[in-house]
């Protein structure tokens, strides 16, 4: 309760501090951002749902270098990381499993069918993204399958200037490697890259390389990557836009899903995807919106190293394509938006085998004012898959405006995963084995809120009823036993999520942002066996505070982030980072210390994350 109550006393805290500034005139307003759903675009102060954004601004100044590292600031994210600085990362929204989120780039699935584990493998550099959009809650009706708890939306950056940039670091915990080598632990890496920009047509490309020996025994990494992204404006009606990514992304396995036996275990996990989508604006009235998107992951797992790659070794090749097609027309009344997606997944695996199936969706939404201050959006969103047949999935939300700086708003919404290969089929006795007979899981949810905005001071306050049913997790009544897959009773889940954040000018100089944000769950089964040991869901997160503050003086910025996770399994920790940067023209200099007090903590199963860990960088950027 002691967190409860320190939270609130904060949030009361910063309010009476945005007031006190708000009479002298000293604040500044944000920018507003355009969320890009599937078929409508939506100001994010118009927004009906609880939509949370990380905006390049805030992007730049975090220490953070992948997209993992940057989500691990999320308010709601449940981020449990297994190895150091990206390399490996399962992803979570408000009390989910990790399989329970979708991932988008800008607004195209990237869903791993293999396993989620590998979902997060993007090759996407963060100097590329321009903002990263969190949506909570279940969200069929708008990005169709798996967006069971939520959706994670990656927005690349559409650059208007040519130039190029050069990126490189180091940095170590200055402890050594007593087991093995003897050597000081250390990571370092160089980014290079280059933009095109023409009056009808753009392009991106971006290359780097990081290494790393590790933090501790059989952790160390070594990470490629390369993104390229082109834009092509032909008139005013008709726009493109393509990407390709490639990432080869090789670490230590220490512990990671086999604990103590895996402790020599490495894996190699590459990642290919392709993406071409446009916009076309037939009309005043209509527009269309296709995509498709092709993703090739090829996952290499070896239990017991290098030393013997004839035994014990996981080999996954997975292929999924994808086609998507929305439009908009708007009426008199209101907008209605639909579209139709579809996705051919298959996999070819040592010990998965080889399968594939199908999934067609069709999408209906339709938004209106009723009055003034009311707005509504109504949909459902259709799905046939080959193992799963049809299924339909409403969702409702609407908001009132009180007065201008204040509004209710609340939504109803409904979801569904369809289980990955891996829970399905995977055979790995006498360790873990799938289940054909799983049913998919299914979502409910309901939640009310308020949107507070003042200049520059939001509040955002939401409570939140989520039952899934069918839930899936990876089971045990005995240790003797092997962990199988099964459709774990209900998840009924009631939470709580407070976000606020100010910006201030203090003078013509400098400039303060604070963001401060708490969530409680309390999640509880329903129809289970108690004596029952599950995997995943006995360290989900029932506490969290996010808070980061960021000073800037001209040139000079100081960032202070701090994250408390309390966990459903008692255990907790405060992680506390820090950014210093200078620039000068077009060249940064920038410090950072991740860790800084040296906690002891872990995120998934008993893997210690890295202590204290400090890096010196250098980037240079015309564009």
Known sequence: MKIIYYTILTFLLNWGVTFSQTKKDSVVGMNEVIINENQFSTAISKQNRNVYVIDYEMIKKLPARTVQEVLQYANGVDLRQRGPFGSQADISIDGGSFEQTVVLLNGIKVIDSQTAHNMLNLPIPVEMIERIEIIRGAAARVYGINSLTGAINIVTKKLTDSGFLINTYAGSNFEKDAENTGDTFYGRGIQLGGVLSKEKHQHALFVSHDKSNGYRYNTGFENNKIFYQANAQINSSNEFSGSFGYIKNGFGANGFYAAPGDRNSSEIVQTTFASLQSKHQLSEKWTLMPRVSYRYNYDDYRYFGISNLNGARSQHYTNSFAAELNSTYKMNSGELGFGAEFRNEDINSSNIGEHDRKNLGIYVQYRTNFIEKLSVNIGSYLNYNSDYKWQIYPGFDASYEITEALKV??????????????????????????????????????????????????????????????????????????????????????????????????????????????????????????????????????????????????????????????????????????RISQSISNITVYFDAQNIFNTTYFEAGAIPLPSRWCSLGVKFVSF
Request: charged letters at 20%.
């Open 409 to 578: 708003v609340g939504n109803i919404g409904t979801s569904q995963r369809i289980p990955s290969f891996t829970d399905l089929y995977l055979d790995q006795r006498p360790g873990n084995i799938g289940n054909s007979e799983l049913d998919s899981e299914n979502a409910f949810q309901a939640e009310i809120g308020i949107k507070f905005s003042k200049k520059a001071f939001t509040f955002n306050a939401n409570y939140f009823h989520r039952r899934i049913n069918n839930f899936i997790d990876w089971i045990r009544e005995v240790n003797t036993e092997p962990w199988q897959s099964n459709n774990y009773g209900t998840l009924v889940t009631n939470g709580i999520n407070l976000r606020s954040n100010f910006a201030a000018d203090l003078n013509q100089n400098s400039k303060l942002n604070v963001n401060l944000s708490y969530s409680f769950l309390n999640s509880d089964f329903k129809d289970i066996q108690s004596e029952i040991n599950s995997k995943y869901l006995i360290s989900s997160l029932k506490h969290q505070i996010t808070n980061t503050i960021d000073y800037q003086y001209k040139d000079f910025s100081v960032l202070i982030a701090t994250r408390f996770n309390e966990r459903a399994s008692g255990s907790s920790y405060f992680i506390n980072d820090v």
